[in-house]
């Protein structure tokens, strides 16, 4: 998988030395957003998160963020989380372009967050482990998968022809991803979904 230096505009900001700011890094390549506005708005979004014997502490740009967190700051910016790993399933997919969506998408693995675009990795360090590393799911711009929902959403019909209010083709593979997705916000099961493969 192809890797590009990427500090998200961090050094750019005024800001320096090493610390553990993959998501907000993350964030602003994906969301093409200045890195201290993200990083300004993920620290407020941390001041109505909650405390207690599991969670002592509350996220920070600068050192890191609670899933719960990350998950309104992306929605903020108009990103919705498809994920590609259920408990007691194994890895599905990995960090690899073949196995990931077109577009500016951010990639969680295990402690850590990445921003790929068109299947490009954009960071500090390449972090796909030789594209081994599982991924748990991924956020992407909700539009991407709008018509597919539209269209599946009525007759469960796997396709690969539509487009997106772009005008851009889903791919087979994003679509398989809007099913997974579908699968856990509609009343159908994925085995009436697959009855329909063509």
């Known amino acids: 998988m192809k890797f590009n230096y990427n ?11 090493k610390t553990g700011d993959c998501v907000c890094r993350a ?18 979004y941390a001041k109505s998160e909650r405390t207690g014997s599991r969670k002592r502490g509350k996220s920070n740009a600068r050192t890191g963020v609670y899933k719960q967190t990350v998950r309104k700051v992306m929605a903020h910016y108009g990103f919705t989380w498809v994920p590609t790993m259920q408990i007691g399933q194994g ?18 693995v295990s402690h ?3 921003a790929v675009i068109d299947g490009v990795i954009n960071d ?21 998968y709008k018509v597919a929902y539209e269209i599946l959403a009525p007759s469960g019909r796997w396709l690969t022809d539509y487009i997106d209010n772009d005008g851009n083709g889903l791919t087979r593979l994003e ?24």
């Open 124 to 144: 500090t360090y390449d972090p796909s482990r030789d594209e081994k590393r599982c991924v748990y799911g991924y956020y992407i711009k909700e539009e991407r």
């Open 91 to 108: 890895c599905t997919v990995h960090l690899c372009e073949e196995e990931l969506p077109k577009g500016r998408i951010v990639v969680s």
């Open 175 to 198: 679509t398989a991803h809007a099913i997974n997705e579908l699968r856990h916000n509609c009343q159908f099961s994925i085995m009436n979904i697959r009855k329909e493969v063509k």
């Open 27 to 44: 964030i602003a390549i994906a969301a093409e957003r200045p890195y201290k506005e993200v990083y300004d708005l993920i620290n407020e």
């Open 7 to 17: 500090d998200g505009g961090r050094e750019a900001a005024g800001f320096k030395g």
């Open 112 to 114: 850590h967050e990445v």
